[in-house]
């Protein structure tokens, strides 16, 4: 029975957190920081929640279940889970944060040098794609490409800026933002859905899986042993790295006052700290997190609608890239702003979907509990996605009497009354033999 040594579970680690260390994942945690100001560390531990526990606990769900997210949707029906699942590959792949990884490295990461001219982005987003492709052709391959070569280079950037961001502050912490100071435990945990770390879990256990497998393993509770292993060492990486990014953002205000965005407040604080040499870090930080970030997802979409479309994991890689490259040259502003609300009305189905599946042992029947309480995340969660979309006056007045509706969080009270509900009729109507 072939095992992983040292060096490969290691590799695999770092693989999954250059995977998940992507766009938003740099920028975020920044902007944040600035605007939590003293509050930081109660909005740093809400982001965490979602930035870093959510996505370790999916990581698990799916060890558990020893599949991908179609075992995870099982007890939704084959339907139900499909749609599910092609909202969420959707989000992670085409339409969201695969174009965001190429908007968000050039507009740091280029843009200084170049100017932020569409011709420029169009140019560089051409070569960013075309080297993803290049490495999404041969996912056989991730570990050695990623694991071992990519990530300690993102690495040793990223311990270089985070050693800055602690021991050359730009400033003194600022003040706090309006928004942020009567629940930073909240306003934090929604920020953190903006990194689509939850979301691109569910997608990334099936690509860790696949990279184990490649390697000869064929265990599957070797399988999900060395997942669960590789997710908490991304997970200790990731959580430093936000860690770093908040001071740097909520020590940046003198700076960085003027920013609308977490990439312009990194840049700005680059320049202030190291100049012209500083900025060609930054880059490279941002190009390699990005770049691991869209091979892992579209990876995970070329074999997902591969299967599910009946064609070639080439043929869909492809077309994802090309779809990709044309929804990247938007503009970061425009995608941030069409993704929040697709985010917020996503996340809840994502959270509650993860934790059910956790707690799958208490049910006898899981399609008694899943299908009611998925349903009533679907609807508040998407009455929670309009209300914070340019059509929130759609939804009619009684969504947002319900408690922490303002936080868009208005689906938590009915999805735990209707889980009450249907864990009683669970346990009174008997299982089937």
Same mark, same amino acid.
């Given at each position: ?55 370790? &606990? ?223 870090? &930054?880059?490279?930080?941002?190009? &390699? ?92 969660? &998407? ?51």
């Amino acid at each position: 029975m072939t095992r992983l040594k040292g060096s490969d579970l290691v590799a695999l680690g770092f693989m999954t957190f250059a995977l998940f260390l992507g766009a938003g994942n740099i920028i975020f945690p920044a902007s944040a920081g600035m605007a939590s100001g003293d509050n930081i560390w109660p909005v740093a531990l809400g982001f965490l929640l979602t930035g870093v526990g959510l996505p370790l &606990l999916t990581i698990v769900a799916l060890a558990r279940v020893g599949g991908g997210m179609p075992s995870l949707t099982g007890p939704l029906g084959k339907v139900a889970g499909t749609v599910l699942a092609v909202a969420v590959y959707l989000s992670i792949g085409p339409l969201f944060a695969t174009p965001r990884t190429a908007v968000v490295s050039f507009e740091i990461g280029v843009a200084p040098f170049t100017g932020n001219s569409d011709w420029a982005l169009f140019i560089y987003s051409l070569v960013f794609f075309g080297l993803v492709l290049f490495l999404v052709l041969n996912p056989g391959r991730l570990i050695d490409r990623v694991g071992k070569i990519i990530t300690p280079v993102l690495l040793l950037a990223l311990v270089l800026l985070g050693a800055a961001a602690i021991f050359a502050p730009a400033g003194p912490v600022g003040g706090t933002a309006v928004e942020y100071r009567d629940v930073p435990l909240l306003q934090g945990f929604l920020q953190g859905y903006l990194t689509m770390d939850a979301l691109g879990a569910l997608v990334f256990g099936i690509v860790i899986a696949t990279a184990i497998r490649d390697r000869g393993v064929t265990s599957p509770s070797l399988v999900t042993r060395y997942s669960i292993i590789a997710v908490i060492i991304a997970a200790v990486g990731l959580a430093l790295v936000y860690l770093a990014l908040f001071y740097l953002g909520a020590t940046s205000q003198s700076v960085a006052g003027e920013a609308s965005n977490g990439g312009q407040i990194l840049t700005a604080y680059v320049q202030h700290t190291f100049g012209t040499p500083g900025l060609l870090l &930054l880059a490279a930080v941002i190009i &390699l997190a990005c770049l691991t970030t869209a091979v892992g997802l579209l990876t995970a979409c070329g074999e997902f609608f591969g299967e599910l479309l009946h064609t070639s994991y080439r043929n869909v890689a492809v077309g994802f890239t090309l779809f990709s490259l044309l929804v990247a040259n938007q503009g970061l502003d425009q995608l941030i702003r069409i993704s929040v609300p697709v985010l917020v009305g996503l996340y809840p189905l994502a959270i509650v979907l993860v934790l059910l599946s956790l707690a799958d042992r208490l049910w006898r029947e899981p399609h008694r509990v899943f299908r009611p309480v998925m349903a009533v995340a679907l609807v508040f969660g &998407l009455a929670d996605g309009l209300l914070a979309s340019a059509f929130k006056d759609v939804v009619p007045p009684f969504f947002t009497t319900l408690p922490w509706a303002a936080q868009s969080m208005g689906w938590v009270l009915p999805v735990l009354v209707v889980l009450l509900i249907s864990v009683v009729i669970d346990r009174l109507l008997p299982a089937r033999q």
